[in-house]
């Protein structure tokens, strides 16, 4: 028990100090999102977006690609992968 809480905690200060990164990195200095994870979160959603695709369901992954591109949509990959869907 002690050895998962002492885990999450790690894992909790890795998405941290990456997050005060992202921040320092941003050009111009704009945060797009609290802790700098909408790349993160944009990533998680396209993972969704294919599962959806891959079972042959389109109003789902038109719904997942769309909240990728919002969340995220300087990537061409997500563009152009999400036309070929």
Avoid: C, H
């Avoid at 909790?12 to 992202?22: F, V």
């Avoid at 609290?34 to 969704?48: F, I, S, T």
């Avoid at 969340?71 to 992968?81: C, E, G, K, M």
């Amino acid at each position: 028990m002690k050895s998962s809480i002492i885990v999450a905690v790690i894992v909790i200060a890795a998405l941290a100090a990456t997050g005060a990164a992202m921040n320092a990195i941003m050009p111009g200095g704009e945060s797009p999102t609290p802790g700098g994870l909408r790349a993160v979160a944009a990533d998680l959603a396209w993972l969704r977006a294919n599962s959806a695709w891959e079972q042959r369901d389109p109003a789902r992954t038109r719904t997942w690609l769309n909240l990728v591109v919002a969340l995220d949509p300087r990537p061409a990959y997500f563009w152009i992968n999400g036309a070929r869907m």
